[in-house]
């Protein structure tokens, strides 16, 4: 079982950054993903981006390609989600999530608020 801490939401203007970070606890293993998924109010739950525990290979959704970066630090055994250019669109609740490589999220931490103001 791994255990998620998410930290770093805020309410942000429009333009500008935040950096979530997922406290990550627990048994992982090197075939593991660490993502983040977000959910807006009245909408289901969207995937961010994710990234390979071992290798650090990354994957975005469309829509935060080129302002979102994700990344670990093994040593602090932490995933980062740094939002960079954020839109009030961007507003939601920004859930880590992990899994095995291949296999849906079945570990998930207790999500933290982003709002985005205009």
């Known amino acids: 079982q791994v255990q998620l801490v998410e930290s770093g939401g805020g309410l942000e203007q429009a333009g500008g950054s935040l950096r979530l970070s997922c406290a990550v606890s627990?048994?992982?293993?090197?075939?593991?993903?660490v993502g983040w998924v977000r959910q807006a109010p009245g909408k289901e739950r969207e995937f961010v981006a994710h990234?390979?525990?071992?290798?650090?290979?990354?994957y975005y959704a469309d829509f935060v390609k080129g302002r979102f970066t994700i990344s670990r630090d093994n040593a602090k055994n932490t995933v980062y989600l740094q939002m960079n250019s954020l839109k009030p669109e961007d507003t939601a609740v920004y859930y880590c999530?992990?899994?095995?490589?291949?296999?849906?999220?079945?570990?998930w931490g207790q999500g933290t608020q982003v709002t985005v103001s205009s």
């Open positions: 627990g048994r992982t293993f090197s075939s593991y993903r």
């Open positions: 990234i390979n525990w071992s290798s650090g290979v990354t």
């Open positions: 999530a992990a899994a095995f490589n291949g296999a849906k999220y079945n570990n």
